[in-house]
C-alpha cells in the first residue's frame, strides 16, 4: 500500500520569500507523484506531476518539485511566493503499476501569503 | 473544452435521507472517479469507474454507491445519510484507468447533513 506524509498543517511565508511544502511518501513499488493545489470552494488543480522521467519536475505558476528516491520525498518549491499562492496544497501518490486511477493524498498543507 | 462538472454544488439533507450526486467528465474521457473531502480525514477515495464497471473502491460502507452510464457520466449515491456524511465530495475525469492518466477534478458538491 502506498501512503503520503505533509508534515505540518499550515505554513506561512512573506510575500518575495521561498516556498518549500515537504511531501515523504511510501509505496512499495515505484510511484507516480502529484502536487494539487486548492482554493476556496474549488475543486484540486494539477501543479505537477512526477511520473518517472526527469526527477525535477518543473509545473504552472512558477513551482517546481524534486523526486528524491533515497529520501522518498517530493517536496514543492517556488523562489518568490506571491499573495495568489495562498492555497491549499495536496501531495498525493498513485502506483506505476496500477491499473487504476486511485490517488492516495496527504491531509494537506495551507500556505497563508504575509503582504 | 469544457471541465469537469457536479450538481448540484451545495446540497443539505437530513439524517436518514438520501440523495445523489452527478458528475458529467470532460468529453472523451471514460474514467470517473469519486473522492470524499473531509476536515477530519482529509482526502479519501470512495469509487473509479470505467465504461461503466466499478474498477476500484475505497474502504466505505455500503451506503454509498455510484454507477456510471454509457456517455460516460457518473451519478454516486448515499443512502440512509449520518452526520458524518457532511462533506465535499469530488468527482475526477481521466482519459483511461492507467495510473499515468492525470485526472481532472471538477468544483465538488458540498453535502450538509443535519
Known amino acids: 500500500a502506498q501512503s503520503v506524509t505533509q508534515l505540518g498543517s499550515h505554513v506561512s511565508v512573506s510575500e518575495g520569500a521561498l516556498v518549500l511544502l515537504r511531501c515523504n511518501y511510501s509505496?512499495?513499488?515505484?510511484?507516480?507523484l502529484f502536487w494539487y493545489v486548492q482554493y476556496p470552494n474549488q475543486g484540486l488543480q494539477l501543479l505537477l506531476k512526477?511520473?518517472?522521467?526527469?526527477?525535477l519536475v518543473k509545473g504552472i505558476n512558477g513551482f517546481e518539485a524534486e523526486f528524491k528516491k533515497s529520501e522518498t520525498s517530493f517536496h514543492l518549491t517556488k523562489p518568490s511566493a506571491h499573495m495568489s499562492d495562498a492555497a491549499e496544497y495536496f501531495c498525493?501518490?498513485?502506483?506505476?503499476?496500477?491499473?487504476?486511477?486511485?490517488?492516495?493524498f496527504g491531509k494537506g498543507i495551507t500556505l497563508s501569503v504575509r503582504p | 473544452k469544457a471541465g469537469v462538472t457536479q450538481t448540484p454544488r451545495y446540497l443539505i439533507k437530513t439524517r436518514g435521507q438520501q440523495v445523489t450526486l452527478s458528475c458529467s467528465p470532460i468529453?472523451?474521457?471514460?474514467?470517473v472517479s469519486w473522492y470524499q473531502q473531509t476536515p477530519g480525514q482529509g482526502l479519501q477515495f470512495l469509487f473509479e469507474?470505467?465504461?461503466?464497471?466499478?474498477?476500484n473502491k475505497g474502504n466505505f460502507p455500503g451506503r454509498f454507491s455510484g454507477r456510471q452510464f454509457s456517455n460516460s457520466r457518473s451519478e454516486m449515491n448515499v443512502s440512509t445519510l449520518e452526520l458524518g456524511d457532511s462533506a465535499l465530495y469530488l468527482c475526477?475525469?481521466?482519459?483511461?484507468?492507467?495510473?499515468?492518466?492525470?485526472?481532472?477534478f471538477g468544483p465538488g458538491t458540498r453535502l450538509t447533513v443535519l
Open positions: 475526477a475525469s481521466s482519459l483511461g484507468v492507467h495510473s499515468y492518466n492525470e485526472q481532472f
Open positions: 509505496s512499495s513499488v515505484p510511484p507516480y
Open positions: 512526477y511520473t518517472s522521467a526527469a526527477t
Open positions: 498525493a501518490v498513485t502506483l506505476v503499476t496500477g491499473a487504476n486511477s486511485k490517488l492516495t
Open positions: 468529453s472523451g474521457h471514460r474514467s
Open positions: 469507474y470505467f465504461s461503466e464497471t466499478q474498477r
